[in-house]
């Protein structure tokens, strides 16, 4: 089946900016979630992008897609000690109905 | 609007007990998705429905897990008997025509 893979752990400092990164393996993508999740609660969905869009902003997310190489990656701008949680990286194929596959999720963990 | 909503938030129950997971889905939205987080398998997808019908339930473990929709506003995943393996997060997820899935708080299952 297709894989989504992502790194296991990130710390970077408050105000830094940080980069989470993603690939998947899925040739026939669709669309591309970031979900967030912080202790003991559910995955919220963050940003999404299209399969033929290759960067999408808002606020201080930014998501950049290399469709070529299936990369895609989430960049938090002055990153906040409430950014500390684990985000997922999950994408929907054309042949996969409506089903998403995660990644394993990325700790992202803020210095003060 | 309230969201996802699943109730429990917590169980905690002996092997070999029925246990019953239970999930309102956002209003309007016809798909609903349940999944199981663990730490060591990540987050799984079990079922998934489509105005109310099951879909694919390939992710479902064995035949102690079972689901139910019987309405658009409510569905049910049940295991009978439980066992401690089963212990995890269960979350259900809903959406509007196949796009972005929004998560509920998840029902924590401890089984001893």
């Known amino acids: 089946g297709e894989d989504v893979e992502q790194s296991l752990f990130l710390s970077v400092r408050e105000g830094d900016s940080s980069v989470i990164n993603c690939t998947y393996t899925?040739?026939?993508?669709?669309?591309l979630y970031w979900y967030k999740q912080e202790p003991g609660a559910g995955l919220q969905l963050l940003t999404y992008?299209?399969?033929?869009?290759d960067m999408k902003q808002d606020q201080r997310l930014t998501v950049l897609l290399n469709k070529k190489d299936k990369h895609l990656s989430l960049r938090i701008a002055d990153t906040q000690t409430g950014d500390s949680a684990i985000y997922f990286c999950?994408?929907?194929?054309?042949?996969?109905?409506?089903?998403?596959?995660f990644g394993g999720g990325t700790r992202l963990m803020v210095k003060p | 609007d309230a969201g996802v909503i699943q109730s429990p938030r917590h169980e905690v129950t002996e092997m070999g007990q029925e246990v019953t997971l239970r999930c309102k889905p956002i209003?309007?939205?016809?798909?609903l998705f349940w999944y199981r987080q663990t730490m060591m398998r990540g987050l799984e997808l079990l079922i998934y429905?489509?105005?109310?019908?099951?879909?694919?339930d390939s992710g479902m473990p064995e035949d102690r897990f079972s689901a139910k929709m019987p309405n658009a506003s409510f569905s049910t995943l049940k295991i009978q008997p439980s066992e401690p393996r089963d212990s995890a997060v269960y979350f259900c997820?809903?959406?509007?025509?196949?796009?972005?899935?929004?998560f509920g708080p998840g029902t924590r299952l401890t089984v001893t």
């Open positions: 997820a809903s959406s509007y025509q196949g796009r972005e899935q929004y």
């Open positions: 899925d040739s026939s993508s669709t669309y």
């Open positions: 992008i299209f399969s033929n869009m």
């Open positions: 999950a994408e929907k194929g054309h042949n996969a109905g409506n089903m998403l596959t």
């Open positions: 209003s309007g939205h016809d798909y």
């Open positions: 429905f489509n105005n109310n019908v099951p879909i694919d």
